[in-house]
């Protein structure tokens, strides 16, 4: 298995520099080769920093930097433990959706949690699905998206 992450079949590893600077983070399966289990989940690639008031610095500079988001491998306990003792050749991690912001990071981690049944599949390690998401924490360009793949779905069902 590869150490690096995958989007659309492909290894993706870009530099920091490289990374769009709309991308906060990314929605993800993880998916457990020897057994099947899958988790579905979040992950942001960039984290705020504060340095605080020195002598010489008497503000705090606030600033955003890279998260650990290279070697992470999920907030769930079964697939922390494995790979915290060195099993993480046998976990492929896929990259499903890129977010600009954590509302869409929300929006889309839930939807497709739904969409798979996480709750209702055993297959998935998944133990709960929480989320509060406001309107207005959804970006204008993921709007647009999901409103644009909605019309299609729409016009092609009235056409049939």
Known sequence: MSKVWLFEGKDYDPAYEDIPND????????????????YVGQKRMRKPKVL????SRKRRVRSVVESDWRSYYSSNGIIKENAT????????????????TK????????????????????TYLNGIVNCKIHKKHISKKLRQELSHDHGTTARKQSTS
């Open 23 to 38: 991308v906060l983070g990314f929605v993800y399966i993880i998916t457990d080769t020897e057994t099947g289990e899958k």
């Open 103 to 122: 509302g869409d990071l929300n929006y889309l981690e839930t939807k497709e949690q739904f969409d798979r049944e996480v709750l209702l599949d055993d």
């Open 85 to 100: 003792a060195g099993h993480t050749d046998r976990y492929q991690r896929e990259i499903l959706h890129f977010g600009s």
């Open 52 to 55: 605080p008031i020195t002598k």
